[in-house]
C-alpha cells in the first residue's frame, strides 16, 4: 500500500499559533503539533505543511499540489470569509479538501460564520483545538 499524499495549508495568521490568543487557540505552536502528527501517521502519509499571509500564495499552493494530491487540509483562517479566490482554487482542483478550523466560529463574531470554502470542501471540522487536523487527516485514510 502506497502512503497518501496529503498536505496542511494554514493561512493569515496561524504562523502565531502558541502566542496569539492562546485563550482561544492554546499555546502550542502549529510547528510543535506538525510534527506530532508527521511521527504518528508516518508509515502511512506523506504529509506536507504550507502556511502564508498572503491569499495569492495560498492560491498557488492549491493550484500546484490540486492536481497530484490525495488531500487537502486547509485551515485559510480570515481568508474563509472573505477569499471567493480561494474557493474558485478549490472548486478548479481535483484534490479533495477537507476545511479546519481551530475554533468554534460559531460561538465566535458573526462575520466568522460565513465561509466561502464549507461549499466546496468534502467536509468541515470545527472547535476541536488542533486535533481537528488530525481529524482531518483520519478521514483521508
Avoid: C
Avoid at 5 to 31: A, C, S, V
Avoid at 34 to 58: A, I, M, P, R, T
Avoid at 69 to 96: L, Q
Wanted: aromatic letters at 12%; glycine letters at 8%; proline letters at 2%.
Amino acid at each position: 500500500m502506497s502512503k497518501k499524499k496529503i498536505i496542511i495549508i494554514n493561512g493569515p495568521n496561524l504562523n502565531l499559533l502558541g502566542k496569539r490568543e492562546p485563550e482561544i487557540y492554546g499555546h502550542q505552536t502549529f510547528d510543535q503539533y506538525f510534527e506530532v502528527l508527521k511521527d504518528k501517521y508516518s508509515d502511512l502519509v506523506d504529509l506536507e505543511y504550507f502556511q502564508s499571509n498572503h491569499e495569492g500564495f495560498l492560491i498557488d499552493k492549491i493550484h500546484e499540489i490540486g492536481f497530484s494530491y490525495d488531500g487537502i487540509v486547509m485551515n485559510a483562517g480570515a481568508f474563509t470569509h472573505t477569499s471567493i479566490a480561494i474557493a474558485d482554487a478549490i472548486s478548479g482542483v481535483k484534490t479533495p479538501v477537507i476545511e479546519v478550523h481551530i475554533s468554534n466560529v460559531y460561538a465566535r463574531e458573526e462575520f466568522r460564520h460565513k465561509s466561502y470554502i464549507s461549499k466546496k470542501a468534502m467536509g468541515i471540522i470545527i472547535g476541536f483545538g488542533l486535533r481537528g487536523y488530525d481529524f482531518a487527516i483520519q478521514a483521508f485514510l
